[in-house]
């Protein structure tokens, strides 16, 4: 099937390192547009009562977690994709690459998983998991090298 846009959902993990590879390269193979993204979500701490972080903080961190899409995207030119964009998005992960998919017009995400079970499956959640039950379009899940 020759893919018109594909859409790469990465958390900056060894896993998503592999679902970038693999989404490039098909990009390469199927001359199809690469859409790396990253969806942020800012830290919460508790102390007693919820505390937020200063502004200068965040913004911070939100500029590394750019500059660190930014190398993503020149990452997956290097693997021969030849049209990349990236998106840089905030709120949960599943539900904003779903959006982006449907909004973008996406025929497949790729997208990497840690390979959670059990207790730290039911703690923590699969992103990979709403995913697949929520896309619009083909998902392709990247499992762990083991």
Known sequence: ???????CAVDFSDASRDALRLAAEEARDSGAELIVAHAWVPPVYFVGEMVGLPASVLGDMIGTAEREL??????AAGYG??????????????HEIVQLAKKDGADLIIVGTHGRTGIRHALIGSVAEKIVRHAPCAVLVVPPRR
Do not use: D, Q
Not at 70 to 75: D, F, G, L, P, Q
């Open 1 to 7: 099937m020759a893919w018109k846009r594909i859409l």
């Open 70 to 75: 930014a190398a993503w995207k020149t990452e």
């Open 81 to 94: 994709a030849t049209h990349v964009r990236s998106a840089f998005l905030h709120g949960a992960p599943w």
